[in-house]
């Protein structure tokens, strides 16, 4: 009986090592590296990284809408875009071909603004802890690399709870909690909801000024999770998720 067993199993063996050879291998797959969206003065540069594929097309909507737009034209791996409009959230992805398949990217995200294009580029430096820089402005994004405190970065862009910085003649997004930069000329912010300035960065420190949405405050840094600011010629801090810049 323990002969025929070990017979039956020699034989299966033998059959998985004359079937192997013969398996289909995978076709190589179609590589989107990267789509990067990096605001220029104007308008926004896009920067397309793949493996040597062709680029069909790159597309675009405001925020998330529901139908994506051609950019005509857009086959390159730098393009300009310029139908740009103040204060807008714009989202893009690309189209590749190759092999006959066609694939997109995922989407990447980035607010127009006027206002920072009269900001950005600046020095800024990382804080309180080593974060890591991801390739879109989400913690559930590919990470490239990493920044330990004390690093000096080239902001971009800040971009609600993210900061937007040079990355290897690219670009690169990190948490913007953990973001040191000093204002070098008037920048005003505007409250986005109701919200108190405190007189040190702690919500349970003495409250300097109650806030109503729109209010508008002098901005003198970026500090972490606040916002230092000038209120009626006395400093305060206002959570940075409480004020944009204007």
Sequence with gaps: MIYRRLRALACLALCVLVLIPVL??????VVIKRLTAIPVN??????????????????????????????????DAVYNFTDVKDDTVYTF???????????TSNFTQITYSASQDAIFPMKGSVANKNIAVHSSASLRSS???SLK??????????????AQVEWEGSAGYISANYLDLSFETEVTGVATKLTYAYADKSNKSTKVKRLGKKATVSLLA??????????????A??????????
């Design 222 to 235: 970026h500090e972490g999770r606040w916002w230092r600011v000038s209120i009626d010629g006395e400093t």
């Design 93 to 103: 992805r690309v189209v590749i071909k190759a092999g006959g398949r066609t694939k």
């Design 143 to 145: 990470k490239l690399g």
């Design 24 to 29: 289909p291998v995978a076709a190589e797959s």
């Design 42 to 75: 104007g308008g926004i540069e896009l920067k397309v990284q793949t493996n040597d594929v062709e680029i069909k097309k790159i597309q675009w909507q405001r925020r998330f809408g529901r139908t994506w737009k051609d950019i005509p034209d857009a086959s």
């Design 237 to 246: 801090y206002v959570g940075i998720g409480a004020v944009k810049i204007k």
């Design 149 to 162: 405190v004390g690093d000096e970065v080239t902001v971009l862009r800040l971009i609600g709870a993210f």
